[in-house]
């Protein structure tokens, strides 16, 4: 098979209109979340949630805040492992629920599944409560591990959390709802996801890449499962290529090719697909971005969660924003522009920012910046 060969410009364009920030705008949430294969879960509101912001990005004033929720309260889509997905796709992931820790692949989840099975009567006490009082949050249980959890640091004496997500990656519980403070509330997995057949394994791993190279574009050569083990026995999606200027082999969805472009300017979550591979985006987009809210305020650059700017095919600055509520403004405290904005960009971005004020019911004063 031939390798394309693709400038950067042409894998910028493939990025950006696979993960449908090109224009026109999609019009359905749920065709969105379909195409995207997942969205990641993150409850920081600095702004607002980044699920919320990935699907406003995309959207646009057809999407309001809670819609996504509205969807996950209709079983519409379903979260697992801290990604929310479309409700038939649990298909793809039956297989890997059902064999993790009986068959293990690695050393670290032979010891985790040796962990389960030492604290089974804690198990069992989770899934009886479950059975009767459901929804509940890890807190509403007590703590009746006879192995205490051992970690680096993060989740010591988080007995029955760790409990639980193992549980929920052996296919036992899911996530039903969200509490007032964002919690997770339990339920059992059977009465969460809907009745699906279950997809062979190395079929289901093989179409999750499928899908998640459509919703990207274009990905590295490698695949992984869902316990992040890469995958050398699956056949790679899409066809080979190269990217001018930028090391390694690519494999590019043939959909994505000899395609016309039309961009926009969208307003991005940190952890949006386009710039979580931090790597792929330099790559791709030569920009210099880090999420700094765990840095010291004096050190950060851009902010606390700074919203990268997209227009067109690259990525062009950073808008450093907080959600004022007791106030009800949208608070700009700084605009950062990495390359020269021509007065259309820089009216384009600030139509963003006020449509993102809009999305949030917050006034944003016309000298903020």
């Known amino acids: 098979m031939s390798v394309l060969r693709l400038s950067r410009a042409e894998a910028r364009r493939i990025a950006v209109r696979a993960q449908l920030l090109a224009a026109p705008r999609p019009v359905e949430l749920l065709d969105v979340v379909r195409h995207l294969a997942s969205v990641q879960v993150d409850l920081t509101a600095a702004v607002a949630p980044s699920p919320e912001l990935v699907c406003w990005s995309r959207l646009g004033a057809a999407y309001r805040l809670g819609d ?19 409700a038939e796709d649990i298909r793809f992931y039956r297989a890997e629920l059902e064999d993790w820790g009986r068959h293990p692949r690695v050393e670290w989840q032979e010891m985790s599944a040796d962990w389960v099975d030492s604290n089974d009567l804690c198990r069992r006490e989770i899934l009886d409560r479950l059975a009767t009082e ?25 007995n029955v959390v760790r409990l639980i997500d193992f549980m929920e990656s052996r296919g036992e519980v899911a996530v039903a709802a969200r509490g007032e403070r964002g919690e997770r509330l339990w339920d059992l997995a059977d009465r969460v996801y809907p009745e699906t057949d ?85 790559d791709i987009f030569d920009f210099d971005y880090q999420l700094e809210m765990y840095k010291p305020k004096a050190k950060r650059r851009w902010g606390y969660w700074a919203l990268p700017i997209l227009y067109g095919d690259r990525l062009v600055g950073k808008v450093d924003a907080t959600a004022d509520r007791e106030t009800g403004r949208l608070v700009v ?37």
Not at 71 to 84: P, Q, S, T
Not at 140 to 156: E, M
């Open 68 to 86: 996504l929720d509205d969807l996950f309260d209709a079983r519409e889509v379903v979260e697992l492992r801290g990604r929310i997905m479309p």
């Open 134 to 158: 459901a929804p509940l949050p890890a807190a509403a249980f007590d703590d009746t591990c006879q192995v205490p959890w051992r970690s680096s640091g993060w989740t010591n004496n988080q």
């Open 198 to 282: 279950t997809v062979p394994l190395d079929d289901a791993i093989a179409q999750r890449a499928q899908r998640s190279l459509r919703a990207l574009g274009l990905m590295r050569s490698r695949v992984y499962d869902l316990a992040g083990i890469l995958r050398k026995d699956i056949e790679l999606p899409g066809e080979p290529a190269v990217i001018d200027g930028v090391r390694g082999q690519w494999r590019v969805d043939p959909d994505q090719l000899d395609r016309s472009f039309r961009g926009r300017a969208a307003l991005l979550s940190p952890l949006d697909r386009l710039v979580f591979d931090r790597k792929r985006m330099e």
């Open 333 to 369: 405290h700084a605009i950062h522009e990495d390359v020269d904005f021509s007065a259309t960009m820089r009216s384009a971005v600030r139509r963003e920012i006020n449509a993102l004020a809009t999305l949030l019911g917050l006034r944003r004063p016309a000298g903020d910046r």
